[in-house]
């Protein structure tokens, strides 16, 4: 019972994170399909322009339209209720191909698992390196935090807050200092210690400033030095309100670094919440969290199916 209502709870705190977009979404899907209204061809093509206003993207909206093309013509869709449920079914689908736990050696008593975040200023990568640092220590993994930003002096008192909040080492160096060589004095530090888990934060400048890729690319190099399985996570932090120049964002870091997953932040601050889905039909990177909030439990792992539940549930 107690696990059953601590469940509710978290899908409450992702329904309400969700709220702006689900108001934007719901209210107009509630008023295209139900009712007495006849579902037609008129009513996918109204559908199709809410999706595009929820920022789900040309070509997710495409494969949901097509889906919805195909019910329609073989009679399958004689209804709103008939409507929403193989909307809630196609966008699921979608989904679960972006689902994924975070794949970290098991082993660390020789070198330490290193997760490396990048992204751009302002989207929150240090908090969710902060809130990480969190979910860790729950599950009892030792922690170290590596203040890689090294051109924003702000960046690194930030992390330093973050450790002495999480009680955890932060390894750090001048501001302007080599990013590259404070992160790999961080992994010398985090062997000597036997930490389990490195954080790694990094500058983020602007996506379009090819110095900032050039610098993670070497960033990747030198960690692949002194753990060549290393960084086993490279974690792209995206602000959801950026919507479709988000895409463009993980395009770009994708070209300078192998990103292996995404963390979509600021979700309750935007009703563009639909940028999930156009993730999912344009890029197929694992979603690994999703921030829902400022507390530190309202950054959860992606799950698919909680997420189209929360973004389609009718307002309390």
Known sequence: MKEQSQSAGLFGRLKQGLAKTRTRFTDGLADLVFGEKTVDIDTLDDLEALLLT???????TEQIIIDLHDRLGRS??????AVYQALHD???AMLVACE???QLPA??????AVILMVGVNGAGKTTTIGKLASRFLKDKKSVLLAAGDTFRAAASEQLQAWGKRNGVPVISQQPGA???AVIFDALQSAGSRHTDLVLADTSGRLHTQGGLMDELSK??????????????????????????NALSQARSFSDAVNVTGLVLTKLDGTAKGGIVF?????LGIPIKFIGVGEGIDDLRPFVAAEYVEALLSKAD
């Open 54 to 60: 929820a920022d789900v993207g040309v070509e997710a």
């Open 76 to 81: 399958e869709l004689g209804n709103g209720g």
């Open 90 to 92: 196609k966008m699921t």
């Open 100 to 102: 994924g736990p975070l």
């Open 107 to 112: 082993d660390t008593a020789q070198t330490p």
């Open 178 to 180: 080599d990013p590259a």
């Open 219 to 244: 960033i990747n190099r030198v960690i692949g030095k002194f753990d060549d399985s290393a960084p086993h996570e490279t974690l792209l932090v995206l602000d959801a309100g950026n919507g479709q």
């Open 278 to 282: 156009a993730i999912a039909a344009e």
